[in-house]
């Protein structure tokens, strides 16, 4: 069954804002841990942003001081807020889940269980 929705993607120009949202099963929600990833066409998979149970974050260098990964536990929801947007921002973005901490799993997603079905968000320049 589905268990990660991501929603909130979409067209915008650069220096804009979007919030993307993945509603999670109860289940995947109490992962210990949660992030977004993103992949533009011919590239791989990268890393944006992890988020474990105790709050802690971890950012991707590119996205450092722009992007903001949180949860709400009382809506089983992963957010990303992403201002200051880049035309290399474009991806199609995904949320994922483990039940292994942030700390083991990194930005490597072949480590990661749980996935949605991805957002895309485009930026212009």
């Known amino acids: 069954q589905v268990q990660l929705v991501e929603s909130g993607g979409g067209s915008v120009q650069a220096g804009g804002s979007l919030r993307l949202s993945c509603a999670a099963s109860?289940?995947?929600?109490?992962?210990?841990?949660m992030g977004w990833f993103r992949q533009a066409p011919g590239k791989e998979r990268e890393g944006v942003a992890t988020i474990n149970q105790d709050g802690s974050t971890t950012y991707t260098d590119s996205v450092k001081g722009r992007f903001t990964i949180s949860k709400d536990n009382a809506k089983n929801t992963l957010y990303l807020q992403m201002n200051s947007l880049k035309p290399e921002d474009t991806s199609v973005y995904y949320c994922a889940a483990d039940r292994i901490i942030c700390r083991w799993l990194g930005f490597d997603a072949s480590r990661y269980d749980y996935w949605g079905q991805g957002t895309q968000v485009t930026v212009s320049s």
């Open positions: 109860a289940y995947v929600f109490r992962s210990a841990c």
